[in-house]
């Protein structure tokens, strides 16, 4: 079965310092990865997705097919990065997004 | 262009009732996904529709149930709506369903 792990409820860092959000999938096809967050007050939103390879926010993330993974990383968190975190799994030509937990960011000054 | 809609923005029903929310998706997005969001279980997918017609559905019973209509705007139906279907229920646009999907604010339904 599908299945998408962010081991990490909750991640708390200082404003500066590195930060990754871990994700490993269940999948033994090719996925199609995503990054949503959620802003305090705000609707969900997408960050990133893995077929872009681009940098958002500062915010980076490579599929590693090996590991089954896809973790989130910033080399200096800020504090407007405060936020919930969830990674999302699209297995073949379904299009419904299988999701993680999510992870709740708190970034400190 | 103006985001995706979802009213009511909260509903409290009684065990055994029905309800109805709608959803109404960015103008030019034609494929309208349903989510459950609960603290336990997260974000689960219930249905997709496209051109009105539905395209993929979750693992939910029978009692929610979807449609959507020629302005691709959605409503999602809970028939004989149990405490368990407290949460909140989240809808989601996009183009044609594979490009990525734009949230609405949810509507929050407490059942008691």
């Known amino acids: 079965a599908q299945r998408v792990t962010q081991p990490e409820k909750l991640l708390s860092v200082f404003k500066g310092a590195p930060v990754e959000l871990k994700c490993n999938y269940s999948y033994s096809g090719s996925p199609e990865l995503f990054w949503y967050v959620q802003y305090s007050r705000q609707r969900l939103q997408l960050l990133l997705r893995h077929i872009s390879r681009e940098s958002i926010k500062g915010f980076t993330a490579d599929l590693n097919k090996g590991e089954t993974s896809f973790h989130l990383k910033k080399p200096f968190a800020q504090e407007e990065d405060s936020a919930m975190y969830y990674c999302?799994?699209?297995?073949?030509?379904?299009?419904?997004?299988?999701w993680g937990l999510g992870t709740s960011l708190a970034v400190n000054p | 262009k103006a985001g995706v809609t979802q009213t009511p923005r909260y509903l409290i029903k009684t065990r055994g009732q029905q309800v109805t929310l709608s959803c109404s998706p960015i103008s030019g997005h034609r494929s309208v996904s349903w989510y459950q969001q609960t603290p336990g279980q997260g974000l689960q997918f219930l249905f997709e529709y496209f051109s009105e017609t539905q395209r993929n559905k979750g693992n939910f019973p029978g009692r929610f149930s979807g449609r959507q209509f020629s302005n691709s705007r959605s409503e999602m139906n809970v028939s004989t709506l149990e405490l368990g279907d407290s949460a909140l229920y989240l809808c989601?646009?996009?183009?044609?369903?594979?490009?990525?999907?734009?949230f609405g604010n949810g509507t929050r339904l407490t059942v008691t």
């Open positions: 999302a799994l699209r297995a073949g030509n379904n299009r419904k997004l299988i």
């Open positions: 989601a646009s996009s183009p044609d369903g594979n490009s990525p999907l734009h």
